[in-house]
């Protein structure tokens, strides 16, 4: 019976989730994009960013309150240099 509940749970995300078909090379991705991409999206970027960095540094953990004060850290940066690259963005800040 928890295997039928299980297995009906995970159909029901899979129905009410949202798909996206869209794939993007955060390589690519340019401040000024940002200002195109929905507040989901860029939050999905976000983690995503904070994930490839963390990963790269052997840290395993999440910070939120750093997480969000690094989007907006990152936010004004982009602000002030729209044609600069996302991933360039993030590393001047870092260094």
Same mark, same amino acid.
């Given at each position: ?17 949202? !798909? ?6 955060? !390589? ?9 991409? !929905? ?57």
């Amino acid at each position: 019976m928890k295997k039928l509940l299980f297995a009906t749970a995970i159909l029901g995300l899979a129905y009410t989730t949202p !798909s996206y078909a869209e794939v993007i090379d955060v !390589s690519t991705v340019k401040c000024s994009d940002i200002g195109t991409m !929905s507040k989901e999206d860029v939050s999905y970027l976000l983690i995503w960013l904070h994930g490839y960095y963390g990963g790269k540094a052997g840290d395993t953990t999440i910070d939120l309150a750093s997480l969000e004060a690094s989007g907006t850290a990152i936010g004004e940066k982009c602000g002030a240099n729209p044609e600069l690259g996302l991933m360039t963005a993030i590393q001047q800040l870092t260094q």
